[in-house]
């Protein structure tokens, strides 16, 4: 199986920070990763797909980027509506579709 | 729009199976496939399997061969999940997911459904 290791697990930064989540396989993926974000008692949301792709609708200060095993997921300027948990996913047939352990951001 | 919406909460007695619903609308039902992923209190989230709303095959994530079954009713356009001899560690949000490709199981989980909880508790 393909292990994602996400980091870090928790991040408290302020608003307008740039903040960056990385992802890491355990074997190459190629582009084959998404980003989620989840708010308390609610379902995932997609907001980046194949690793660099915005969903419709999701605003730009959010972007992927990273092929291969290194990925990242960066917010440009944190706003107080991203508190939430987020979580990177690959995807491939051969494998189970894993995910990250995900990451807890905080406002400070 | 474009929405699924899954069965009410449940609790059940360890041993027991359960029974999770996700009904699609807003599109068309067998042109996508449908992923379940679990979440246990304060954990993360967990890849359960997918069933293709056309042919109904299914794949299942090694853990729960056995013990899970995907099924689908395309008359009423219903997704199913069903859980065998539950443990207290089965407690869980249950979604349901779609991908966003064209009749093909990769890809991006892009329409949730709400989340059904399934408690496990003697």
């Known amino acids: 199986d393909i292990q994602m290791t996400q980091s870090p697990s928790s991040l408290s930064a302020s608003v307008g920070d740039r903040v960056t989540i990385t992802c890491q396989a355990s074997q190459d993926i190629s582009n084959s990763l998404n980003w989620y974000q989840q708010k308390p008692g609610k379902a995932p949301k997609l907001l980046i797909y194949d690793a660099s792709y915005l969903e419709t609708g999701v605003p730009s200060r959010f972007s992927g980027s990273g092929s291969g095993t290194d990925f990242t997921f960066t917010i440009s300027s944190l706003q107080p509506q991203d508190i939430a948990t987020y979580y990177c996913?690959?995807?491939?047939?051969?494998?189970?579709?894993?995910f990250g352990q995900g990451t807890k951001l905080e406002i400070k | 729009q474009v929405q699924l919406v899954q069965s009410g909460a449940e609790v059940k007695k360890p041993g027991a199976s359960v029974k999770v619903s996700c009904k699609a609308s807003?599109?068309?039902?067998?042109?996508?496939?449908i992923h379940w992923v679990r979440q246990a209190p304060g954990q993360g989230l967990e890849w359960m399997g997918w069933?293709?709303?056309?042919?109904?095959?299914?794949k299942y994530a090694q853990k729960f061969q056995g013990w899970v079954t995907m099924t689908r009713d395309t008359s009423i356009s219903t997704a199913y999940m069903e859980l065998r001899r539950l443990r207290s560690d089965d407690t869980a949000v249950y979604y349901c997911a779609r991908v966003n490709g064209w009749e093909l199981p990769r890809g991006a989980f892009n329409i949730w459904g709400q989340g059904t909880m399934v408690t496990v508790s003697s």
């Open positions: 807003g599109y068309t039902f067998t042109a996508y496939y």
């Open positions: 996913q690959h995807y491939n047939d051969l494998f189970p579709y894993s």
């Open positions: 069933i293709s709303p056309n042919s109904g095959a299914t």
